[in-house]
């Protein structure tokens, strides 16, 4: 019989999605727990009042840079466009 998730598993599942802007479907697969799971966690950390889901101004630019990290490699094809149509029209 598998034993139940910690708070402090929840409450860092929920986190991720609220305050890291990770999606759903990734944050239920990274942490090896079903998206209805997920889903239900989420709506109850929203509806409990004791529990805040305001973010603070250093968990606000983490999120910001985690959404920076994940996107690294859009820019280089980009660049590898500019420069072969730059050297192209030469």
Do not use: C, Y
């Not at 942490?31 to 529990?51: C, D, M, V, Y």
């Amino acid at each position: 019989m598998a034993s139940r998730p910690t708070e402090e598993f929840r409450s860092e599942a929920v986190k991720l999605v609220l305050t890291g802007g990770l999606r759903r479907k990734q944050v239920a697969a990274d942490f090896g727990i079903g998206f209805s799971t997920l889903n239900r966690w989420i709506h109850q950390a929203r509806r409990n009042p004791e529990k805040p889901t305001v973010q603070s101004d250093l968990e606000g630019e983490i999120a910001e840079l985690r959404k920076e990290n994940r996107l690294p490699g859009e820019e280089e094809p980009s660049k590898k466009a500019t420069v072969f149509f730059a050297e192209r029209n030469k």
